[in-house]
């Protein structure tokens, strides 16, 4: 049974910092792109970031150069380190694993998170 359980999130002032963790189990995890997204209320949900088991990360353009993607394959751990930030970064962030070991991610296709909450205003 794979369960992914997220941590980190809260309310924040603009230009603040906060770092996302999630927690995998019941997985190899290391042969699996990992990655997140987020939803606010009534938009679409975004990528925000990925990470495949080879190293390769990608983020949407409204987060690049402020946040930063990782993992620790040996605590299976997955990390979102969000700097600078935005009132519009505002929305449930969630974490996401492949269900597949194929280098893509699939948010049709993966195991959720339960999602964590994060609110940046002044």
């Known amino acids: 049974q794979v369960q992914l359980e997220e941590s980190g999130g809260g309310l924040v002032q603009p230009g603040g910092s906060l770092r996302l963790s999630c927690a995998a189990s019941g997985s190899i995890f290391s042969i699996y792109t990992v990655g997140w997204y987020r939803q606010a209320p009534g938009k679409q949900r975004e990528l925000v970031a990925k990470l495949t088991s080879g190293g390769s990360r990608n983020y949407a353009d409204s987060v690049k150069g402020r946040f930063t993607i990782s993992r620790d394959n040996a605590r299976k751990l997955v990390g979102l380190q969000m700097n600078s930030l935005k009132p519009e970064d505002t929305a449930v962030y969630y974490c996401?694993?492949?269900?597949?070991?194929?280098?893509?991610?699939?948010?049709?296709?993966?195991?959720w998170g339960q999602g964590t909450p994060v609110t940046v205003s002044s």
């Open positions: 996401l694993q492949n269900r597949r070991s194929t280098g893509n991610l699939d948010p049709d296709y993966a195991y």
